[in-house]
């Protein structure tokens, strides 16, 4: 079955501090990972996809096929990247997405 | 980037009623669109697959007689929450693609009040 897990659902640091949010996902065949962000009193919106190794707004993740990890990275946390972020990965068949229960990434001043 | 509108953005109705959501893909044409549902402090949870002049695809353990979706046009698709109690408010999400596997964009949100 497919399943996401982002052990954490409340992340607190300091600003200019390290940040990383975990994602474990278990899924047939071979996904393409996404990391979805939401602001406060926005739509959701993308922040990156592993096929694209890019990085966004400081963001970098990293697909770990052994590990079936995607944890989403940033070295210096800015008090704006406050936000939900959502693990998302994606089955080559089709366009729909398995959303992780998100984690609340809280960046104090 | 593309946009992706709902309407409305916020509806309270009285139990038993139904309720139209629009999902609206603004500058592109969009063959499949997506709904979801959000509940609160929850994470979204797909609720069908809304296929353009076909039927939709709806996921386990949702009823395709009380979520009814309509795709009529490349660019509009309809969720109707028919006969709505108040277990069915929630936070009712719309995706859409230009196509292929295409980004996914999503829309605002509507907030749905069944009191």
């Known amino acids: ?109 | 980037g593309a946009v992706v509108s709902q309407h409305p953005s916020r509806v309270i109705c009285k139990s038993g009623t139904s309720v139209k959501i629009e999902c609206r893909s603004l500058d592109f044409q969009a063959t499949t669109m997506f709904w979801y549902r959000q509940f609160p402090k929850q994470s979204l949870m797909l609720m069908a697959t809304s296929n353009e002049g076909s039927k939709a695809t709806y996921e386990q353990g949702v009823e395709k007689d009380k979520f009814l979706i309509n795709h009529a046009s490349l660019t509009l698709s309809t969720l109707t929450v028919t006969s709505a109690h108040p277990e069915d408010s929630s936070f009712y999400i719309c995706s859409a693609g230009p196509g292929g596997k295409d980004t996914q964009y999503f829309g605002p949100g509507t907030r749905l009040t069944v009191l």
């Open chain 1, 1 to 109: 079955a497919q399943r996401v897990t982002q052990p954490e659902k409340l992340l607190s640091v300091f600003k200019g501090a390290p940040v990383e949010l975990k994602c474990n996902y278990s899924y047939s065949g071979s996904p393409e990972l996404f990391w979805y962000v939401q602001y406060s009193r926005q739509r959701l919106q993308l922040l990156l996809r592993h096929i694209s190794r890019e990085s966004i707004k400081g963001f970098t993740a990293d697909l770990n096929k052994g590990e079936t990890s995607f944890h989403l990275k940033k070295p210096f946390a800015q008090e704006e990247d406050s936000a939900m972020y959502y693990c998302a990965p994606r089955d080559n068949y089709g366009q729909n997405f398995v959303f992780g229960p998100g984690t609340r990434l809280s960046v104090l001043p």
